[in-house]
Structure formats: structure tokens, C-alpha cells
């Protein structure tokens, strides 16, 4: 049997592509080129950073929250900071300024029980010995201050002088014990944190103005004024920008709007 000669076909076989592309749901389309026997890949950096996560957005509420979560996140270098009388704001990244964590100021809930929203509050009597006891320590001498205004017998007061004394309003009237003489100063001082969960506290000389009813019936108007309000949230907002600044050394810390 003379011998047949035998040929094998591999049926399919192709020389190795030079490269190929794929659609990355995340990264969009990629890119691999042919070195040697493996790929490699030559997809260009996108223009806009790809995130896998949702862009990290944060509000605090206190200064203290701030500084422990910029000491343990944020990266100075890569960082800005930005403050104006309305809060403080970091960046994470100074060059994108999308990811970042926000410090609102607002007014303490000392400041808004004496002064209000704005440079002033008008109180009759038994809401501002209310608040004066709700607050003792913010008052300066409230533990003279309260007795004055708490024996205070104004629906028996006969007079009233506010310019005979240039440090006090004085009362006069009469009770089973004749007359009596009773003096509030025209001056309060109070000790209290400006902005709300501020570690700082600050002396604001306020204005007591006192208004007598003109009509029968009628109450008395107590009113806490603060003439200096603008100059005293600017010295507010300095103190509290000082105070994260220290705590935060090497940060850029840029006072105006982030834009």
C-alpha cells in the first residue's frame, strides 16, 4: 500500500489585530494598541475629569465641623478656600471648584433672642425679663438689671425721666409705701457668640431705649439697639475667619464670591 500524503487546514485562523476600540459605559470609548503580545492603552485623558462618584457637596453647621473635615479630606495644595460676611466655602480642587464643603453663617440663637434679624428688638416688660432670665450669663450685671425690671410697677408709675441722669432712664411712682425710685441703664453689654456654634464670643454695647405709653391702656416699649451693627458683624466674621485660619495653616484663604 503505497503511502497518501495528508494535508491539515486550520479553518479560521487570522493574524492578530493591531489594535481595537470598546464603549466603556463609564469612561466612554477606549483605545488599545498591539505591543508585542499584549495591548496596551492609548486613550486620551478626558477634557472634563471622569467621576465614578456623585460630586461630594457638604453644608456644616459650625466652624468646628469645618476645620475637622478639611484636616481630614481636604489637601491644602489642591485646595482654596473662599469667605465673605455670608460663610466660609472649600474647594476640594482650586481648578475645577465643583466639589466642596460650605460653612453658612447664621446668627446665634443668643443674638437673635436680644437683637433680632437686624440692628434691633423692641420687647414689653414681661418678654424681656423672659429673655433676660432665659440668657443671664449674655447680660452684664442681669442679676442687678432683673430685679429692677421685674419690681418695676408700671401700672403705677407717675413719672418718668430719661435726661436727668446721662447713664440711666429713671421711674417714679407711688405704692403703699410712698414713692419709689427706680433706674434702668441706658447701656447694656452683652457676652455672646455672634454667629451660631461660633467658639467665639464677643462684647456688644447695645442701646436700652425706653418708650412711654401715650394712650390709656397702653404698655410700655422696651427696645435693645445696636448702632454699630454693621461694624460689629464685620468684627464678628474677622474674629470667626482668624480663628479657621490658624487651625487650618497652609490653606489659601481668598475673601470674596467663589465663581
Same mark, same amino acid.
Request: contains cysteine; proline residues 6%.
Given at each position: 500500500?503505497?503511502?497518501?500524503?495528508?494535508?491539515?487546514?486550520?479553518?479560521?485562523?487570522?493574524?492578530?489585530?493591531?489594535?481595537? *476600540?470598546?464603549?466603556?459605559?463609564?469612561?466612554?470609548?477606549?483605545? @488599545?494598541?498591539?505591543?508585542?503580545?499584549?495591548?496596551?492603552?492609548?486613550?486620551?485623558?478626558?477634557?472634563?475629569?471622569?467621576?465614578?462618584?456623585?460630586?461630594?457637596?457638604?453644608?456644616? !453647621?459650625?466652624?468646628?465641623?469645618?476645620?475637622?473635615?478639611?484636616?481630614?479630606?481636604?489637601?491644602?495644595?489642591?485646595?482654596?478656600?473662599?469667605?465673605?460676611?455670608?460663610?466660609?466655602?472649600? @474647594?476640594?480642587?482650586?481648578?475645577?471648584?465643583?466639589?466642596?464643603?460650605?460653612?453658612? @453663617?447664621?446668627?446665634?440663637?443668643?443674638?437673635?433672642?436680644?437683637?433680632?434679624?437686624?440692628?434691633?428688638?423692641?420687647?414689653?416688660?414681661?418678654?424681656?425679663?423672659?429673655?433676660?432670665?432665659?440668657?443671664?450669663?449674655?447680660?452684664?450685671?442681669?442679676?442687678?438689671?432683673? +430685679?429692677?425690671?421685674?419690681?418695676?410697677?408700671? *401700672?403705677?408709675?407717675?413719672?418718668?425721666?430719661?435726661?436727668?441722669?446721662?447713664?440711666?432712664?429713671?421711674?417714679?411712682?407711688?405704692?403703699?409705701?410712698?414713692?419709689?425710685?427706680? !433706674?434702668?441703664?441706658?447701656?447694656?453689654?452683652?457676652?455672646?457668640?455672634?454667629?451660631?456654634?461660633?467658639?467665639n464670643k464677643m462684647f456688644v454695647l447695645?442701646?436700652?431705649?425706653?418708650?412711654? +405709653?401715650?394712650?390709656?391702656?397702653?404698655?410700655?416699649? @422696651?427696645?435693645?439697639?445696636? +448702632?454699630?451693627?454693621?461694624?460689629?458683624?464685620?468684627?464678628?466674621?474677622?474674629?470667626?475667619?482668624?480663628?479657621?485660619?490658624?487651625?487650618?495653616?497652609?490653606?489659601?484663604?481668598?475673601?470674596?464670591?467663589?465663581?
Open positions: 500500500m503505497e503511502p497518501q500524503e495528508v494535508k491539515l487546514s486550520l479553518a479560521g485562523t487570522s493574524n492578530p489585530q493591531d489594535g481595537f *476600540s470598546i464603549d466603556d459605559k463609564v469612561y466612554g470609548e477606549r483605545h @488599545f494598541t498591539r505591543e508585542g503580545d499584549r495591548y496596551k492603552e492609548v486613550t486620551l485623558p478626558p477634557l472634563v475629569p471622569v467621576r465614578t462618584l456623585k460630586d461630594r457637596s457638604y453644608t456644616v !453647621r459650625d466652624s468646628a465641623s469645618f476645620v475637622e473635615y478639611v484636616k481630614r479630606y481636604g489637601d491644602a495644595t489642591n485646595g482654596i478656600i473662599f469667605f465673605n460676611s455670608a460663610g466660609v466655602l472649600m @474647594f476640594f480642587d482650586e481648578k475645577n471648584r465643583v466639589e466642596k464643603v460650605n460653612l453658612p @453663617f447664621a446668627q446665634s440663637l443668643e443674638l437673635s433672642a436680644f437683637l433680632g434679624k437686624g440692628p434691633g428688638k423692641e420687647f414689653d416688660q414681661k418678654r424681656l425679663v423672659k429673655t433676660i432670665e432665659t440668657f443671664p450669663e449674655v447680660v452684664g450685671d442681669s442679676d442687678m438689671l432683673l +430685679p429692677c425690671l421685674t419690681l418695676l410697677q408700671m *401700672s403705677k408709675q407717675v413719672d418718668f425721666e430719661s435726661n436727668i441722669d446721662p447713664d440711666n432712664h429713671t421711674f417714679i411712682y407711688k405704692d403703699k409705701a410712698g414713692d419709689q425710685t427706680t !433706674r434702668l441703664p441706658k447701656q447694656i453689654r452683652l457676652w455672646l457668640p455672634f454667629f451660631e456654634g461660633s467658639r447695645v442701646d436700652f431705649e425706653v418708650e412711654m +405709653p401715650t394712650s390709656e391702656g397702653a404698655r410700655p416699649v @422696651f427696645r435693645l439697639l445696636n +448702632p454699630r451693627a454693621e461694624r460689629t458683624e464685620r468684627d464678628a466674621v474677622e474674629m470667626e475667619i482668624e480663628t479657621i485660619q490658624k487651625e487650618l495653616p497652609g490653606w489659601m484663604f481668598v475673601q470674596g464670591n467663589a465663581g
